[in-house]
């Protein structure tokens, strides 16, 4: 095994994908999300093996015999790594590998190799590297690095690059780690975190007066192409699995003049590691303090359902299960089964059906975005000061007024508002304002 993990490479890894799954449980799609995965890490996929199994092997997950048949196509295919679309315990890698003679890592691990790829900030650097220590602590004799020599995380350096897919993230590798060290590391890590996350709250909490709208989804589903179609925010666009981990917050000018922010989060994926979502927390924040969230769905994809699901199951893992939440089924222009997007918008019947890509129906997400901003509508009697021209003005932008009259100095408006806008309307008058609802 340590001939195994003490290989860097700097080509493309030859990689052959293994599911083992239960009798009892449902099929998944052919491997086509972990190829995905593999291939945002750096992988050339070779192989596809599968097995359905009755019961997991407490020694090597799938049966002695498949693992045999396994090295036999590691040789053949000339591979350089297994990845497992399963969740392998350190005694199952450290028998495969030594049954097989190759590098093999389960599907976390890749997850978090894809993150510490794509980490740019200073902050998703700390949360990249937090995540994998934490994964990777039960796991660290003999197959993780020293922390000495931190090569920082991931692709964001020549150094992180260096190793192969599951190697890199915590720095070079040796034999032994000091589990003092480790914990050591990780306590550093959640102070400097912790520290992030209050000036991120307190970031988030600041914007009072505005509301705040959300976009989360799956991995790879548009939000980024969505964000940029909705405010010219020039985010970057690939068509990859969690092509950038930073959320970005801009304006969105609504129909009406009304502005709102708009923010993007990292994508979901189906068994996220709960390490990443609770080292994530400080960009999750941004979904937990929305007023609004906006689900994008690809509905081009054959599995956005189960996608729905994963996203769901995220959602209340972080509390926010019980938000306001419109679903935007998106790539609608890319759909090749029209029946699967008529399906998904009988099951979601208040979604919106747009294409980020081609600008389609954007008008009418910014329609529907505009009444959830508003709220209930509710009549008003409004008395202020004459001198006071933001309330009438604020009326006659966010609301309707009915009728308006002047006596003694003081202005009597009777409007029709939305719920959601009375804060800023109290704060506007602050003052000799007073408001009753007819």
Not at 95 to 105: Q, S
Request: aromatic share 4%; glycine share 6%; proline share 2%.
């Amino acid at each position: 095994m340590e001939k195994v993990r003490n290989t860097l490479r700097v080509t493309k890894e030859r990689a052959i994908l293994v599911a083992a799954t239960l009798h009892t449980s449902a099929a998944r799609d052919d491997l086509a999300e972990l190829t995905a995965l593999a291939e945002s890490a750096g992988a050339v996929v070779v192989d596809k093996f599968r097995q359905r199994i009755r019961k997991i092997n407490a020694a090597l997950y799938i049966g002695t015999g498949k693992a045999e048949q396994l090295a036999e196509r590691v040789r053949r295919f000339k591979a350089d790594v297994i990845i497992f679309d399963n969740n392998l315990s350190p005694g199952q890698i450290r028998e495969l590998e030594k049954i097989t003679g190759v590098k093999v890592i389960d599907r976390s691990e890749l997850i978090l190799d894809i993150f510490a790829t794509r980490a740019k900030t200073k902050q998703a650097k700390l949360q990249v590297e937090l995540a994998q220590l934490e994964y990777t602590y039960p796991r660290l004799t003999r197959m993780w690095a020293h922390l000495d020599s931190v090569a920082g995380v991931g692709g964001a350096t020549a150094a992180g690059v260096v190793g192969g897919i599951g190697t890199r993230g915590p720095g070079e590798q040796q034999l032994e780690i000091d589990r003092r060290l480790v914990n050591r590391k990780i306590t550093d890590l959640k102070r400097s975190l912790a520290h992030i996350d209050k000036q991120k709250v307190l970031e988030i909490k600041g914007r009072t007066g505005l509301f705040k709208i959300c976009l989360v989804g799956y991995t790879n589903s548009g939000k980024s192409t969505l964000l940029n179609a909705l405010t010219d925010a020039d985010a970057l666009v690939e068509d990859r699995l969690f092509a950038t981990l930073d959320t970005r917050t801009r304006k969105w000018t609504l129909v009406g003049a009304a502005v709102v922010l708009l923010s993007d989060t990292v994508g979901f994926v189906e068994n996220l590691p709960h390490q990443l979502v609770a080292s994530f927390k400080a960009t999750l924040e941004e979904a937990i303090n929305a007023d609004l969230l906006l689900h994008i769905v690809d509905a081009a994809n054959p599995c956005a359902l189960r996608q729905i699901e994963s996203v769901d199951k995220v959602l209340a893992e972080i509390g926010c299960a019980e938000k306001p939440i419109l679903k935007v089924l998106n790539k609608i222009d890319a759909v090749k089964t029209p029946g699967e997007l008529e399906l998904l918008q009988t099951l979601f019947a208040d979604a919106v059906s747009v294409s980020a890509k081609k600008g389609l129906n954007l008008e009418q997400l910014n329609q529907i975005v505009h009444a959830k901003y508003k709220g209930q509508e509710i009549l008003l009697r409004i008395t202020v000061s004459a001198s006071n021209s933001k309330v009438p003005s604020f009326l006659s932008a966010f609301g309707q007024i009915v009728t308006q009259q002047y006596c003694d100095g003081l202005v009597i408006i009777e409007a029709r508002l939305g719920q959601n806008q009375l804060a800023a309307l109290e704060r506007l008058g602050s003052e000799g304002i007073e408001i009753v609802q007819l």
